[in-house]
């Protein structure tokens, strides 16, 4: 079985080969053109899809040796995401199934994050997490506690109810003037920083759900009322911010982890999406590993943001249930899991 996967669900254009679960190739565009304006710009990003997305494909299916006869379905990111950049990946999809007379899988995106686990590579050892586990899920657009029962069943049990956590990282690395996407530059720069350095507040709410839309005001006031008695504050104090932010955004999800790992008695506990790159967090549960005695799985960083590998694992997944898309599915752009 040769999966095509594809995922141009925000602004990575990407495409990946995965053959009876080994993965062949994983190619991905980046695009640079939301630099210049803090943040992703749908129309943009629409547009860079476009002109990435032929040689994405090409380039996947040269690097793993695949010749397109070979393909035995196309998987591609149904949602959720930005509209106009899923309806690039999705009429590609439909259009190169069809021309090739293979099935067409749809995937849904955080599924895929979480899937993520269990994409093999060539003369790697594959140790995937055992059923049922509990996937932190962060992202720039989600956070939250994903019950995972089976390849296909996934209960969210906790979630964000405001902001994600990337997306907690993102605004408040605008609020210090760094470049988007905030999230990596605020965990290069606290690498220098002291996180005890300041307190911040941290939110109370019920269950295993998260909020971090408090944070970010605090941090901004924080940081307004510091600028007042000091006008330097922010370019000497920018790594212990960083350093703070970051620590104080670990807590916050390790504690609802812990929190549902002991009720549920689970310790099979994995992490997964864009901010599991994040190192204070990887560090975080390496800790937790060893203090609680979880087995815990974090993926490697080329899977933790935006990948068609995981699309491609969905999909391998999904085709062999039989689990093909009609044609006529447009994509969503909002949805929950599974
Ligand atoms: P979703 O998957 O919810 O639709 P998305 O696809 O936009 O959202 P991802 O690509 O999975 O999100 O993740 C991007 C997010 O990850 C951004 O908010 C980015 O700042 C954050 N991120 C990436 N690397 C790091 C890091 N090292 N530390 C913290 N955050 C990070
Ligand atoms: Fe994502």
């Keep these: 079985i040769t999966i095509l996967g594809i995922e141009s669900s925000c602004d990575d254009t990407s495409a990946a080969v995965i053959q009876n679960g080994v993965m062949l190739s994983n190619v991905t565009a980046n695009q640079d053109v939301h630099k210049a304006y803090g943040g992703v710009v749908p129309e943009l990003a629409s547009r860079a899809?476009?002109?990435?997305?032929?040689?994405?494909?090409?380039?996947?299916?040269?690097?793993?040796g695949i010749k397109r006869e070979d393909l035995s379905a196309v998987a591609f990111t149904r949602g959720p995401g930005l509209m106009g950049s899923l309806l690039v990946g999705t009429s590609f999809a439909k259009g190169?199934?069809?021309?090739?007379n293979i099935p067409l899988v749809d995937v849904n995106h955080l599924q895929g994050h979480v899937l993520a686990h269990f994409i093999q590579e060539k003369d790697t050892p594959f140790n995937p997490p055992?059923?049922?586990?509990?996937?932190?899920?962060?992202?720039?657009?989600?956070?939250?506690?994903?019950?995972?029962?089976?390849?296909?069943?996934?209960?969210?049990?906790?979630?964000?109810?405001?902001?994600?956590?990337?997306?907690?990282?993102?605004?408040?690395?605008?609020?210090?003037?760094?470049?988007?996407?905030?999230?990596?530059?605020?965990?290069?720069?606290?690498?220098?920083?002291?996180?005890?350095?300041?307190?911040l507040n941290k939110p109370s709410i019920e269950g295993y759900n998260y909020s971090f839309s408090g944070l970010k005001t605090s941090f901004l006031y924080m940081i307004r009322d510091e600028l007042k008695k000091n006008p330097n504050f922010l370019e000497e104090r920018k790594n212990d911010l960083c350093a703070v932010l970051q620590s104080t955004v670990v807590d916050i999800l390790m504690q609802k982890l812990r929190k549902a790992a002991k009720?549920?008695?689970?310790?099979?506990?994995?992490?997964?999406?864009?901010?599991?790159?994040?190192?204070?967090?990887?560090?975080?549960?390496?800790?937790?590993?060893?203090?609680?005695?979880?087995?815990?799985?974090?993926?490697?960083?080329?899977?933790?943001?935006?990948?068609?590998?995981?699309?491609?694992?969905?999909?391998?997944?999904?085709?062999?249930?039989?689990?093909?898309?009609?044609?006529?599915?447009?994509?969503?752009?909002?949805?929950?899991?599974?």
């Design 49 to 64: 899809h476009q002109q990435n997305i032929i040689p994405v494909v090409d380039a996947a299916l040269n690097r793993a």
């Design 263 to 338: 009720e549920l008695r689970i310790n099979e506990v994995a992490v997964a999406g864009g901010v599991s790159a994040n190192s204070a967090l990887r560090n975080a549960f390496v800790e937790h590993g060893e203090k609680y005695g979880w087995n815990v799985y974090i993926p490697k960083f080329s899977f933790t943001t935006d990948n068609a590998a995981m699309i491609a694992i969905t999909g391998y997944y999904k085709f062999q249930k039989g689990e093909y898309c009609d044609i006529a599915l447009p994509p969503f752009a909002k949805a929950v899991i599974g």
């Design 130 to 199: 055992k059923f049922p586990f509990l996937c932190l899920l962060v992202s720039g657009g989600n956070s939250q506690i994903v019950l995972v029962k089976s390849h296909f069943e996934m209960e969210v049990i906790g979630q964000t109810i405001d902001d994600a956590a990337g997306e907690a990282f993102d605004k408040c690395a605008k609020v210090m003037g760094l470049p988007y996407p905030g999230g990596p530059v605020i965990d290069r720069l606290a690498k220098e920083g002291d996180p005890k350095a300041f307190t």
């Design 96 to 100: 190169f199934s069809q021309s090739l």
